[in-house]
C-alpha cells in the first residue's frame, strides 16, 4: 500500500464527487454540487458558509439520513450510501435541534441515551461522571431539562451524543443563541474531546470567530466547495487590505454606511471605536475620498482575519451587495426629539412563583437610539423584553412606554410598538404574501393602505421572488428579512428585536444591522438583545444583566473602559462581557 493509500484510508471521512438536489415549488435546487474533500484524524475542521450553502445538508448526507444523488461518502471506513445504519452506530451527530426530552430530567435524558446507543450498565456510572464533569453539569441532574437555559441544554445535548464516545463527532451549528460564557465552555468541551479522546470533530457554525480556532475550514457557497485550509491561509489572502476607519464625535453606524457603499471598499463593519473596511484587489483606502469632509477622520492599517477573507470571497462569488435604504425624511426626527425618553424602567420586578426573574431593574430608553440589553442564558433579557411589549405584567414598578403606564394602556401601547420574536414566529404554511397581509391586519391595516405597506415590504426587503413560497421553506436569512418587515407593517416607533440574528450568515447580519441604521436614523427606537458580542458595538448604549439584575449601563466604550489594561487596550465586547461577569460571581475584583 502506497502512503497516499495508507492516508486516504486513515481519513476518518472522505468524500467524493458529492452531489444532492431538491425540488421546491417546482424548481430544481442543487443543494451540494460536485463536493469533495477529507478530513485529517484528531481535528476540528470547520464547516462555514452562507446561509443556504447546503451545510446541514451535507452534515445530513454523512450521517445517513439523506442519499446523495451522485458521489461516494465513506465514514470510518463503512460506505455511508451502502450502510447508513452502521454510520449513525459509529458516529455521534448532534443537530441544530437536537431532540431533549423536556419531561425527563437530566439523569433520565442520560439513561435513554445510554439505552439508544447501548451501552452496558456497567460502564454508565464512569461515562456519566465523566460527561458531568466536562460539562459542569453534576449538580443538575435531578432537574428537568426543560428548566435548564439554553447553553445548559446545549451542554446536556453534547452530553447525550457523548454517551458512548465516537471516533468521528458531527456537530451542527452546536453555538447558535447561546451566550459567550456557554460558547467558551462547549469550545473547552470540543478542545478536551480531541486532545485528551483523540476524536475528530466536524463541525458547522455562523460564528466567524470560532472558524479561527479550528485547525481546517471547509468554505462553502451555494452547494460548492470554495475551499479548505487552515484559517491563517484564507486570512493571508486579503493580506494588507483591512483598515480601521475612526472619525471622531461620528456616529459608527453613520459611518459604517457611508463606507459600506464607498468605491473600492469590499466590507465594512463596526468594530471598536470606528469601522473596520477590507478594500478590493489591490486598492487602498484614500482619505480624501473616503472622508471628503471629515479631516480629522483617521485610517490605519490593522491585521487581516477569516472573516475579511469569508466577505471578500463571498462578494466575489456574486454575494448580495449591502442594499441602499433610503431614509424617509418627512418622518426623521429633529436632534432635540432625539433626547426624549421613550421607554422608561424603574424599580421593575417579575416574579414566577417563589423566583424573581427580573430584580428591581431601572433604565430609560432615548427617542431614536438603539439600545442592547446583553446578557447570559437566564439573565432576564426576554422576561425584560416581554413586559416592555405589554405581553407579560411587570409583578412590581413602572414601566412607561411611548408615554403609556403598561399597566393600564398596554394595548394602546402596543400599536406603536413592533416586535421580531427569538424565534421565528410566523406561520409556515402561509405564503410570504399571506403572512404579510395576515400580521398588517392584525396592526389594523386595510384596502389601499395594507396594499401599499405589502408592496413596499416585498420591495424593499427583496421578498418578491418568493412572495408566494411557504415562509417555511425560505433560508434563514430569508425569514428574518420577512420577520422583519412583518414586525415594520404599521410603521411603529419602537421596534423590538429578541435575538434578531442568532444563527443567520455574517452576509444576513451585515444586512440586517444596515437596516436597523437606517431605521434609527429615520427615528425609531431600537431594543435589542443578542448573544452576539460584536453586535453590541451597533448600540448607542446598553445595559449588561445578570440573574435578573443590571451589573453596568453606558455606551460600548464606556463598557470596556473598566476592563482596559496595558496588555489589552482595546478588549473585545466578550472580553467586556466575560469581564461583568466574572466580576458578578467574584472570580475577578
Not at 467558551?184 to 480531541?194: C, F, N, Q
Not at 476592563?563 to 462581557?577: A, H, K, N, Q
Amino acid at each position: 500500500m502506497t502512503s497516499g493509500e495508507q492516508a486516504f484510508t486513515d481519513a476518518p471521512l472522505v468524500v467524493e464527487s458529492l452531489q444532492k438536489s431538491f425540488s421546491v415549488n417546482k424548481k430544481v435546487i442543487r443543494a451540494i454540487d460536485d463536493i469533495g474533500f477529507r478530513l485529517s484524524p484528531g481535528q476540528v475542521t470547520g464547516l462555514i458558509g452562507p446561509d443556504g450553502a447546503g451545510k446541514t445538508t451535507l452534515l445530513r448526507l454523512i450521517v445517513g439520513l439523506l442519499l446523495p444523488d451522485a458521489g461516494h461518502i465513506d465514514v470510518l471506513g463503512i460506505d455511508a450510501v451502502k450502510d447508513p445504519l452502521s454510520v449513525q452506530r459509529a458516529i455521534g451527530y448532534m443537530p441544530q435541534r437536537f431532540g431533549l426530552y423536556e419531561d425527563l430530567t437530566v439523569q433520565e435524558n442520560l439513561d435513554l441515551y445510554a439505552d439508544l446507543q447501548g451501552l452496558p450498565r456497567a460502564e454508565r456510572p464512569e461515562r456519566y461522571a465523566e460527561l458531568m464533569h466536562m460539562t459542569n453539569l453534576g449538580e443538575f441532574t435531578r432537574r428537568m431539562a426543560g428548566a435548564l437555559s439554553g447553553g445548559m441544554k446545549q451542554k446536556l445535548g453534547l452530553a447525550c451524543t457523548l454517551v458512548r464516545p465516537p471516533r468521528l463527532l458531527l456537530l451542527d451549528e452546536p453555538t447558535v443563541g447561546v451566550d459567550p460564557v456557554s460558547r467558551r465552555e462547549l469550545w473547552s468541551i470540543v478542545y478536551r474531546l480531541v486532545e485528551k479522546e483523540r476524536m475528530t470533530v466536524f463541525l458547522s457554525t455562523a460564528y466567524l470567530d470560532e472558524a479561527e480556532r479550528c485547525s481546517q475550514v471547509i468554505l462553502m457557497h451555494q452547494g460548492k466547495l470554495l475551499g479548505q485550509g487552515p484559517p491563517a491561509d484564507f486570512s493571508a489572502k486579503v493580506s494588507g487590505r483591512s483598515f480601521q476607519v475612526r472619525v471622531p464625535e461620528m456616529n459608527k453606524r453613520t459611518l459604517q454606511t457611508r463606507l459600506s457603499h464607498a468605491a473600492g471598499v469590499a466590507d465594512a463593519i463596526i468594530q471598536g471605536g470606528g469601522v473596520r473596511i477590507v478594500m478590493g484587489a489591490g486598492l487602498l483606502p484614500n482619505q480624501e475620498q473616503l472622508l471628503a469632509d471629515h479631516p480629522e477622520g483617521r485610517i490605519e492599517p490593522v491585521p487581516p482575519r477569516f472573516e475579511d477573507s469569508f466577505i471578500v470571497q463571498l462578494r466575489e462569488q456574486g454575494g448580495s451587495d449591502i442594499p441602499v435604504i433610503a431614509v424617509d425624511r418627512k418622518k426623521r426626527i429633529s436632534p432635540e426629539r432625539r433626547g426624549e425618553e421613550v421607554i422608561v424602567v424603574r424599580d421593575v420586578k417579575r416574579r414566577f412563583g417563589n423566583f424573581y426573574a427580573v430584580k428591581g431593574i431601572s433604565f430609560t430608553v432615548r427617542q431614536g437610539e438603539v439600545f442592547g440589553i446583553l446578557g447570559a442564558n437566564g439573565a432576564g433579557k426576554s422576561t425584560t423584553f416581554r413586559m416592555l411589549c405589554g405581553l407579560l405584567p411587570a409583578s412590581a414598578g413602572t414601566v412607561q412606554v411611548a408615554g403609556m403606564d403598561l399597566r393600564h394602556a398596554a394595548a394602546t401601547a402596543r400599536e406603536r410598538i413592533g416586535y421580531m420574536a427569538q424565534r421565528f414566529s410566523l406561520y409556515g404554511d402561509l405564503s410570504v404574501r399571506e403572512n404579510l397581509k395576515f400580521f398588517s391586519s392584525a396592526y389594523g391595516l386595510a384596502g389601499k393602505e395594507q396594499r401599499s405597506r405589502i408592496d413596499w415590504a416585498l420591495e424593499e426587503f427583496e421578498l418578491t421572488d418568493y412572495a408566494s413560497a411557504n415562509s417555511r421553506d425560505l433560508p434563514l436569512g430569508f425569514k428574518q428579512r420577512l420577520a422583519l418587515a412583518a414586525a415594520l407593517m404599521h410603521s411603529p416607533d419602537i421596534l423590538f428585536l429578541d435575538e434578531p440574528t442568532s444563527g443567520v450568515d455574517p452576509l444576513a447580519r451585515r444586512e440586517f444591522w444596515h437596516r436597523i441604521s437606517a431605521l434609527s436614523e429615520q427615528g425609531v427606537t431600537v431594543l435589542v438583545t443578542t448573544h452576539f458580542m460584536e453586535e453590541a458595538e451597533y448600540c448607542d448604549r446598553l445595559v449588561m444583566m445578570a440573574e435578573g439584575e443590571i451589573l453596568a449601563e453606558g455606551s460600548p466604550e464606556e463598557m470596556k473602559d473598566r476592563f482596559r489594561t496595558p496588555e489589552s487596550p482595546e478588549p473585545s465586547m466578550e472580553d467586556v462581557f466575560i469581564g461583568w461577569v466574572n466580576v458578578h460571581e467574584g472570580v475577578v475584583a
